[in-house]
């Protein structure tokens, strides 16, 4: 069965710094990986995916992920971190066999970046 | 502004009583979905529709109905509510497997 794991319910970084969000998943074959952030009282917004080619993509905001098969690990990152970038983010994976239809969210780490 | 319009955005209801969640969007996404948000769950997929004319259970589908209505307009009814159904309901489209999903801005619904 998929599934994903974000460890960290929380995240604190301080503005300028670099964070990191991870994200470990469970999927056989070759899934489809997505960020979402999500604003108080907003819904989802989407950041980046991983569908092939590249490990390292690039996403809204300066976000980017680096996808890692062997570890199975799509962690999220920002080489600077702003107050506004404070949000809750979710992790999501989609197998794409059988059309792909069934994506599954981690249970989402809160980030707070402090001025 | 393009998107997924959801409505109503609050709700409170009466255990036992009905409603339908409407969605809609402008996109012209060949696929919808319902999810279900919980404090520490993430969101679960309640039911989803892949094209137009076809719908499928997802991960919690007891006590929704769906209606994909036409391209654009995808329903979620609640025929009896229960307490356990209260949490913050999410509609989505996508264009295939591989495009990331646009959300509607949510229907908190509360059932007492």
């Known amino acids: 069965a998929q599934s994903v794991a974000q460890p960290e319910d929380q995240v604190n970084v301080a503005e300028g710094n670099p964070l990191t969000v991870k994200c470990t998943y469970s999927?056989?074959?070759?899934?489809?990986l997505f960020w979402y952030v999500q604003y108080p009282n907003r819904g989802l917004q989407f950041l980046l995916k991983?569908?092939?080619?590249?490990?390292l993509v690039k996403g809204s905001y300066g976000f980017e992920a680096e996808f890692n098969k062997s570890q199975t690990s799509f962690h999220l990152k920002k080489p600077s971190a702003l107050v506004s970038d404070s949000a809750l983010y979710f992790c999501?994976?989609?197998?794409?066999?059988?059309?792909?239809?069934?994506?599954?969210f981690g249970a989402g780490t809160r980030l707070f970046v402090k001025a | 502004n393009a998107g997924v319009t959801q409505t109503p955005k609050f709700q409170v209801l009466k255990t036992g009583q009905s409603m339908t969640l409407q969605c809609a969007q402008d996109?012209?996404?060949?696929?919808m979905y319902w999810y279900r948000q919980d404090p520490g769950m993430g969101l679960r997929l309640i039911y989803y529709?892949?094209?137009?004319?076809?719908?499928d259970k997802g991960e919690v589908p007891n006590g929704y109905n769906v209606s994909r209505l036409n391209k654009r307009e995808f329903s979620l009814r609640l025929e009896s509510a229960a307490p356990s159904q209260t949490s913050v309901y999410f509609c989505?489209?996508?264009?295939?497997?591989?495009?990331?999903?646009?959300f509607g801005s949510g229907t908190r619904l509360t059932v007492v």
């Open positions: 999501a994976v989609r197998d794409p066999r059988g059309g792909g239809f069934k994506t599954i």
């Open positions: 991983y569908i092939t080619g590249d490990n």
């Open positions: 996109m012209n996404h060949n696929s």
């Open positions: 989505a489209s996508s264009d295939g497997a591989s495009g990331g999903y646009t």
């Open positions: 999927v056989s074959g070759n899934p489809y």
């Open positions: 529709s892949a094209s137009e004319g076809t719908t």
